[in-house]
């Protein structure tokens, strides 16, 4: 959703933006990118950037970083990389991450994988210069590019934002007095969590999942067994009595159009013991559910 406004903000228009389709694990499919691309230049609309994914919020598919870039390499467009959620796990995993230093920018959500309070958020240039040339005028003034990029600083200059609360020092603090040893943990046993739940998805009868589970989000839902049940209206009516029983917190999102249940493991005090009361929770939902019809 945040793309759309970052094409309003800069006066682009929403209707310029061009949506890819994805392949069978939810990634970006990069011959319908180059399919998209032909076709504007075609029109006489030149690309302007592609902003690839690496970490959706509603499945954690990465996508194929490496071929978008050779892509983005090849007609000279920008790649952005939307890390906001799953971008950090590179942490601890960089091997799913391949390609990801292809980027031109990345942007990160420490609020989100990195534990950190709202509202931390980062957004890093592979060129500083080009940050600085977007955001260095100051009235009529307009900083050389070649001058000392501390002389005369002030983080307003590059940025939208003006007056701000000091945001870096939460992060700052938290890696120094924890360690990136103690991220790269907490990361890796979210990781592990949710390939747990996964398994224990995969062995009841009752529910399947819906996606690859890539990183930390984990979709699923309960399949009935019963002839001429809406399964997207079930779905809906057992996520709310998960949420009432009080015992456990999930999700949703809609896949394909179809309402699916979501667990997404991103907090460090989470346990293999809270993992192993999804399932039970969700189950016993679906029975007082259709107890009830």
């Known amino acids: 959703m945040s793309i759309p406004k970052a094409m309003a903000l800069l006066g682009l228009g929403r209707q310029r933006l061009r949506l890819i389709p994805t392949d069978d694990r939810w990634r970006m499919s990069v011959p319908q990118l180059r399919e998209a691309i032909a076709a504007d230049r075609a029109a006489g609309v030149e690309p302007l950037a592609v902003v690839a994914t690496s970490g959706t919020v509603n499945t954690g598919s990465i996508d194929p970083l490496v071929e978008i870039a050779a892509v983005c390499r090849e007609h000279g467009v920008w790649m952005h990389?939307?890390?906001?959620?799953?971008?950090?796990?590179?942490?601890?995993?960089?091997?799913?991450?391949t390609g990801m230093s292809?980027?031109?920018?990345?942007?990160?959500?420490?609020?989100?994988?990195?534990?950190?309070?709202?509202?931390?958020?980062?957004?890093?240039?592979?060129?500083?210069?080009?940050?600085?040339?977007?955001?260095?005028?100051?009235?009529?003034?307009?900083?050389?590019?070649?001058?000392?990029?501390?002389?005369?600083?002030?983080?307003?200059?590059?940025?939208?934002e003006l007056?701000?609360?000091?945001?870096?020092?939460?992060?700052?603090?938290?890696?120094?007095?924890?360690?990136?040893?103690?991220?790269?943990?907490?990361?890796?046993?979210?990781?592990?969590?949710?390939?747990?739940?996964?398994?224990?998805?995969?062995?009841?009868?009752?529910?399947?999942?819906?996606?690859?589970?890539?990183?930390?989000?984990?979709?699923?839902?309960?399949?009935?067994?019963?002839?001429?049940?809406?399964?997207?209206?079930?779905?809906?009516?057992?996520?709310?009595?998960?949420?009432?029983?009080?015992a456990i917190y999930i999700s949703n999102a809609r896949l394909h159009g179809r309402f699916v249940l979501r667990a997404c493991f991103v907090n460090h005090r989470t346990t293999e013991a809270d993992v192993a009361r999804i399932v039970p929770e969700v189950l016993a939902a679906a029975d007082e559910v259709l107890a009830r019809r």
């Open 81 to 97: 990389i939307d890390g906001a959620y799953g971008a950090l796990a590179a942490l601890a995993a960089p091997e799913r991450f």
């Open 163 to 246: 007056s701000r609360r000091f945001r870096a020092l939460k992060l700052w603090l938290s890696v120094r007095y924890h360690g990136l040893a103690a991220f790269r943990a907490a990361i890796r046993a979210d990781l592990q969590h949710a390939q747990l739940l996964a398994q224990q998805i995969d062995a009841a009868s009752r529910l399947e999942l819906m996606a690859p589970v890539s990183l930390s989000a984990v979709c699923f839902r309960y399949r009935a067994e019963t002839a001429g049940v809406d399964n997207d209206q079930l779905n809906a009516a057992i996520l709310r009595r998960v949420i009432e029983r009080g």
């Open 102 to 160: 292809a980027a031109d920018s990345i942007s990160l959500d420490p609020h989100k994988w990195l534990y950190q309070p709202l509202d931390c958020g980062v957004l890093l240039f592979r060129d500083p210069a080009v940050a600085r040339q977007a955001f260095a005028f100051s009235g009529d003034y307009v900083r050389p590019l070649e001058q000392d990029p501390l002389e005369g600083f002030a983080f307003f200059e590059e940025s939208l």
